[in-house]
C-alpha cells in the first residue's frame, strides 16, 4: 500500500483490500465474464475507460501511479482474491491508476451495469466491495494519485478555482508551484509555457491544458461524455444538491432511468458547509462535502447518470408530444418524459462598487481549506447571519487569526441557529458587530486592502484593513434559463408550484415538471428540507409517467 496515505485510511487497510473468498468469487460470476490476461499486458491504463471491476483469480498485478517526473509509484499488489477498481467504475468513467499483469492473470471482469446489478442482487457482498471502493477513492484524493497536475501558485485566482472545482466534485489532483517545486519548472520548460499561460494542467494521459475552463478540464479527465439526444429518459433532475440528489438516489432506486445535471459540481451550496452539525443522524457533524458525496455515489449505485459539469440553458416541449427537451450550454440536448428543477441558488454578490475587481483574488463565497491556507493568520472580515455563515465562521475562527464579522440584524439569534450562535459566543478570536453594513471596499491591482462598514443607526463608517473578505448574504434563484419556458415565477424569480400555479404538490404550471429545494417559491431553505422535498417529488413523478402512459 502507498506509504503516503494517512494512519486513518492505513489502519482500515483490510477494508480497502479486502481478499475475497471462493464461495464469494462463485456468487459474483453471474454478473461478469472471465478474461485471460499475458504477463505484462495493462488491465487498466490512467486516463483511459477501464473494463469496470476486475476480480483477480489467478496471477498478480501491479496498481501503480505515475509522478511529475515519470516515476512510477506502487500502490498495491492484486493477488487471488482481490479486485480491482474505485469509485469510477461504478459509472464507467476512465481509470486513476495503472494495473498491469505481473504474470500471466486469469480475472472476473464486471461491467459498470453488472456492478450496479451485483449492489441489489447481493447485498452483503455488495456492501464490503462498496466500502473498498469508497475507502480508495479516498487515499487517491489524500495522496494526489492518478489525479491532473495543476502547475501554479495558491495566490493565482484561476488556481483556485481548478482545485475547487476538483476538490467539490471529489476528484484527485496534484498541485505544484514553481516557486517551490522543481517539478513545476521541468514541466514549465518541457512543454514550453509562458508565464501568461499558467496554471497549466497535465491531464493523466498526458494533454496539457493552459489555464482551461472547468468543462475542458472536465472533459479532459472524462468526467462527462456526449449525450445521446435520442434517448428519452423518465426524469432529468436539473441540480445535484441535496434535492436533486434525494431525488436521483429514489427515483434510481425505484426503477427509473435518471440523468442528473449540474453546472458546476455534486451538492450545491449545502456541499461548500465545512461542517452540518444539524442533520438527522450525525451526532458528531459531518462536512458537507461528505454528505454530498455520499449521495452522489449512492445515485450512481442506482445507476442514475450523472452529467456535471453540464449547465441546462433552455426548456420546451417535444413536437412529439412525449415530455420535454433540455437544450446545454454545450449544445448538446437531452429529453426526458419529465423533468425536476432542483437548480437551487445562486451566491448572491451585494451591490457594491470595484466588487468585480477584488472577487478573483480576495472575495470568497465559502470557506474551504484552500481558502483558509490563504488566510493563515490574517484577520478577515465575514458578513452574514444565516447557518452556511455561522459554519463558516466556526470554520474559520481555527484557521485564521481573527475574524471580523458584519451582522445588518441586531442579534445573531435572529438567523442563525442557537447551537451556532453558542459556539460563536465561546470563541476568543470573533468579533461580531451588529446593525451595520459593509459600505466599501479599497485595494489596488485586484488585492483587498481594507473593508469599510456602517452603522446603521448612526452613520458612523468605520474602516479595517483587512485583505479576504467572506460574503454570506443570501441567495437568488438560479432561473434564468427558464425564462421563455411557461413555467411561471414569483416576483423574486422562484418557482411557482401547487395551487399557485395551478398544478398539484411539487408540480409547476406545466404538467410533468416539478420543482423542489430553494430554488421553489415557499420551500424551507434547510439541507433536511430539501432531500425531504427531493423524496417525495418521486411519488409525483410516478404518477405522472403512470398517467402519461395510460393516455
Same mark, same amino acid.
Given at each position: 500500500?502507498?506509504?503516503?496515505?494517512?494512519?486513518?485510511?492505513?489502519?482500515?487497510?483490510?477494508? +480497502?483490500?479486502?481478499?475475497?473468498?471462493?464461495?464469494?468469487? =462463485?456468487?459474483?460470476?453471474?454478473?461478469? $465474464?472471465?478474461?485471460?490476461?499475458?504477463?505484462? $499486458?495493462?488491465?487498466?491504463?490512467?486516463?483511459?475507460?477501464?473494463?469496470?471491476?476486475?476480480?483477480?483469480?489467478?496471477?498478480?498485478?501491479?496498481?501503480?501511479?505515475?509522478?511529475?517526473?515519470?516515476?512510477?509509484?506502487?500502490?498495491?499488489?492484486?493477488?487471488?482474491?482481490?479486485? +480491482?477498481?474505485?469509485?469510477?467504475?461504478?459509472?464507467?468513467?476512465?481509470?486513476?491508476?495503472?494495473?498491469?499483469?505481473?504474470?500471466?492473470?486469469?480475472?472476473?471482469?464486471?461491467?459498470?451495469?453488472?456492478?450496479?446489478?451485483?449492489?441489489?442482487?447481493?447485498?452483503?457482498?455488495?456492501?464490503?466491495? +462498496?466500502?473498498?471502493?469508497?475507502?480508495?477513492?479516498?487515499?487517491?484524493?489524500?495522496?494526489?494519485?492518478?489525479?491532473?497536475?495543476?502547475?501554479?501558485?495558491?495566490?493565482?485566482?484561476?488556481?483556485?478555482?481548478?482545485?475547487?472545482?476538483?476538490?467539490?466534485?471529489?476528484?484527485?489532483?496534484?498541485?505544484?508551484?514553481?516557486?517551490?517545486?522543481?517539478?513545476?519548472?521541468?514541466?514549465?520548460?518541457?512543454?514550453?509555457?509562458?508565464?501568461?499561460?499558467?496554471?497549466?494542467?497535465?491531464?493523466?494521459?498526458?494533454?496539457?491544458?493552459?489555464?482551461?475552463?472547468?468543462?475542458?478540464?472536465?472533459?479532459?479527465?472524462?468526467?462527462?461524455?456526449?449525450?445521446?439526444?435520442?434517448?428519452?429518459?423518465?426524469?432529468?433532475?436539473?441540480?445535484?444538491?441535496?434535492?436533486?440528489?434525494?431525488?436521483?438516489?429514489?427515483?434510481?432506486?425505484?426503477?427509473?432511468?435518471?440523468?442528473?445535471?449540474?453546472?458546476?459540481?455534486?451538492?450545491?451550496?449545502?456541499?461548500?458547509?465545512?461542517?452540518?452539525?444539524?442533520?438527522?443522524?450525525?451526532?458528531?457533524?459531518?462536512?458537507?462535502?461528505?454528505?454530498?458525496?455520499?449521495?452522489?455515489?449512492?445515485?450512481?449505485?442506482?445507476?442514475?447518470?450523472?452529467?456535471?459539469?453540464?449547465?441546462?440553458?433552455?426548456?420546451?416541449?417535444?413536437?412529439?408530444?412525449?415530455?420535454?427537451?433540455?437544450?446545454?450550454?454545450?449544445?448538446?440536448?437531452?429529453?426526458?418524459?419529465?423533468?425536476?428543477? =432542483?437548480?437551487?441558488?445562486?451566491?448572491?454578490?451585494?451591490?457594491?462598487?470595484?466588487?468585480?475587481?477584488?472577487?478573483?483574488?480576495?472575495?470568497?463565497?465559502? *470557506?474551504?481549506?484552500?481558502?483558509?491556507?490563504?488566510?493563515?493568520?490574517?484577520?478577515?472580515?465575514?458578513?452574514?447571519?444565516?447557518?452556511?455563515?455561522?459554519?463558516?465562521?466556526?470554520?474559520?475562527?481555527?484557521?485564521?487569526?481573527?475574524?471580523?464579522?458584519?451582522?445588518?440584524?441586531?442579534?445573531?439569534?435572529?438567523?442563525?441557529?442557537?447551537?451556532?450562535?453558542?459556539?460563536?459566543?465561546?470563541?476568543?478570536?470573533?468579533?461580531?458587530?451588529?446593525?451595520?453594513?459593509?459600505?466599501?471596499?479599497?485595494?489596488?491591482?485586484?488585492?483587498?486592502?481594507?473593508?469599510?462598514?456602517?452603522?446603521? *443607526?448612526?452613520?458612523? $463608517?468605520?474602516?479595517?484593513?483587512?485583505?479576504?473578505?467572506?460574503?454570506?448574504?443570501?441567495?437568488?434563484?438560479?432561473?434564468?434559463?427558464?425564462?421563455?419556458?411557461?413555467?411561471?415565477?414569483?416576483?423574486?424569480?422562484?418557482?411557482?408550484?401547487?395551487?399557485?400555479?395551478?398544478?398539484?404538490?411539487?408540480?409547476?404550471?406545466?404538467?410533468?415538471?416539478?420543482?423542489?429545494?430553494?430554488?421553489?417559491?415557499?420551500?424551507?431553505?434547510?439541507?433536511?428540507?430539501?432531500?425531504?422535498?427531493?423524496?417525495?417529488?418521486?411519488?409525483?413523478?410516478?404518477?405522472?409517467?403512470? =398517467?402519461?402512459?395510460?393516455?
Amino acid at each position: 500500500m502507498n506509504e503516503t496515505f494517512s494512519p486513518t485510511l492505513a489502519a482500515r487497510r483490510s477494508q +480497502m483490500f479486502p481478499t475475497l473468498e471462493p464461495d464469494d468469487i =462463485a456468487r459474483l460470476r453471474r454478473f461478469g $465474464e472471465p478474461r485471460r490476461f499475458a504477463a505484462g $499486458e495493462a488491465l487498466s491504463r490512467a486516463g483511459e475507460t477501464g473494463h469496470g471491476l476486475t476480480v483477480i483469480v489467478s496471477g498478480e498485478v501491479a496498481a501503480t501511479w505515475s509522478d511529475e517526473n515519470g516515476e512510477r509509484h506502487l500502490i498495491v499488489t492484486h493477488s487471488p482474491g482481490s479486485f +480491482m477498481g474505485e469509485l469510477a467504475q461504478l459509472s464507467g468513467r476512465p481509470a486513476l491508476v495503472d494495473s498491469i499483469a505481473e504474470n500471466p492473470v486469469e480475472a472476473l471482469v464486471i461491467p459498470p451495469e453488472g456492478l450496479r446489478a451485483l449492489f441489489v442482487g447481493e447485498a452483503e457482498l455488495g456492501e464490503r466491495i +462498496m466500502r473498498a471502493l469508497i475507502l480508495r477513492r479516498m487515499g487517491l484524493l489524500e495522496t494526489g494519485a492518478g489525479g491532473p497536475i495543476i502547475v501554479g501558485s495558491d495566490d493565482q485566482p484561476d488556481v483556485r478555482r481548478l482545485v475547487n472545482f476538483l476538490v467539490r466534485n471529489g476528484h484527485p489532483y496534484h498541485r505544484l508551484d514553481p516557486a517551490h517545486d522543481a517539478g513545476a519548472q521541468a514541466l514549465i520548460e518541457r512543454f514550453h509555457v509562458a508565464a501568461g499561460e499558467l496554471p497549466i494542467v497535465v491531464c493523466p494521459d498526458g494533454r496539457v491544458l493552459r489555464n482551461p475552463g472547468d468543462d475542458a478540464l472536465a472533459r479532459c479527465l472524462g468526467m462527462v461524455h456526449s449525450l445521446d439526444p435520442t434517448k428519452l429518459y423518465d426524469v432529468v433532475v436539473v441540480g445535484a444538491g441535496p434535492a436533486g440528489l434525494a431525488t436521483s438516489v429514489y427515483a434510481g432506486s425505484e426503477g427509473l432511468s435518471v440523468l442528473a445535471l449540474d453546472c458546476r459540481s455534486f451538492g450545491g451550496q449545502a456541499g461548500a458547509s465545512a461542517r452540518i452539525e444539524n442533520y438527522l443522524g450525525f451526532p458528531t457533524g459531518i462536512s458537507g462535502g461528505a454528505l454530498m458525496g455520499r449521495a452522489n455515489t449512492q445515485a450512481q449505485k442506482f445507476g442514475v447518470e450523472m452529467a456535471i459539469p453540464d449547465e441546462a440553458r433552455r426548456l420546451a416541449k417535444n413536437a412529439a408530444g412525449d415530455g420535454y427537451t433540455l437544450t446545454l450550454a454545450d449544445g448538446e440536448s437531452v429529453r426526458a418524459r419529465a423533468v425536476v428543477i =432542483a437548480s437551487g441558488a445562486l451566491y448572491r454578490r451585494p451591490a457594491l462598487a470595484d466588487l468585480d475587481a477584488f472577487e478573483a483574488a480576495s472575495v470568497h463565497y465559502w *470557506a474551504s481549506p484552500l481558502e483558509a491556507r490563504l488566510c493563515a493568520d490574517q484577520e478577515v472580515a465575514l458578513v452574514g447571519a444565516g447557518n452556511s455563515a455561522g459554519q463558516a465562521i466556526v470554520y474559520l475562527a481555527s484557521r485564521v487569526a481573527k475574524v471580523c464579522v458584519l451582522v445588518r440584524g441586531r442579534a445573531l439569534a435572529d438567523s442563525m441557529s442557537r447551537y451556532l450562535v453558542d459556539r460563536i459566543q465561546g470563541l476568543a478570536n470573533v468579533e461580531v458587530r451588529l446593525g451595520c453594513e459593509l459600505s466599501a471596499l479599497e485595494g489596488a491591482d485586484g488585492v483587498l486592502e481594507a473593508v469599510r462598514w456602517r452603522d446603521k *443607526a448612526t452613520g458612523v $463608517e468605520a474602516r479595517r484593513p483587512i485583505r479576504h473578505i467572506f460574503l454570506f448574504v443570501g441567495a437568488d434563484p438560479n432561473t434564468d434559463w427558464l425564462k421563455g419556458s411557461e413555467v411561471k415565477l414569483d416576483d423574486k424569480g422562484f418557482v411557482l408550484t401547487g395551487p399557485e400555479a395551478g398544478a398539484a404538490d411539487l408540480e409547476t404550471s406545466l404538467p410533468g415538471v416539478f420543482a423542489i429545494g430553494d430554488v421553489r417559491a415557499g420551500s424551507v431553505k434547510r439541507v433536511a428540507a430539501a432531500v425531504g422535498e427531493g423524496a417525495q417529488v418521486v411519488a409525483a413523478l410516478h404518477k405522472h409517467l403512470a =398517467a402519461a402512459a395510460a393516455a
